[in-house]
């Protein structure tokens, strides 16, 4: 079992930069492959980024390229996504996933945080 803690939301003007940290608890945090998704307000669930085991390869949605980085520290158990050039649609409830396969699919991710909310104003 592995349970999630994000952090980092918060409210930024449009342009801006936050970086969301998302914590893991338990020993086995290297063996899973991370990965960020959002929801905005009436919409689905959306991949966002994720990351291998080792941290070695990232992929990233279209929308995101260039602007948002993630990351990981296996000796802190902690995933990051450093968001950059902020706009106001990144505006939504981000959350950190982690599971065994290295997708885009939500459904293929065990264990999720109970997220936190990004704000961009214009």
């Known amino acids: 079992q592995v349970q999630l803690v994000e952090s980092g939301g918060g409210l930024v003007q449009a342009g801006g930069s936050l970086r969301l940290s998302c914590a893991a608890s338990?020993?086995?945090?290297?063996?899973?492959?991370m990965a960020w998704f959002r929801q905005a307000p009436g919409k689905e669930r959306e991949f966002v980024a994720t990351i291998t085991q080792s941290g070695g390869s990232t992929y990233y949605t279209d929308s995101v390229k260039g602007r948002f980085s993630i990351s990981r520290d296996n000796a802190k158990n902690t995933v990051y996504l450093q968001m950059n050039s902020l706009k106001p649609e990144d505006t939504a409830v981000y959350y950190c996933a982690g599971g065994s396969q290295y997708t885009h699919y939500s459904l293929a991710y065990d264990y999720w945080g109970q997220g936190t909310q990004v704000t961009v104003s214009s």
């Open positions: 338990g020993r086995t945090f290297s063996s899973y492959v």
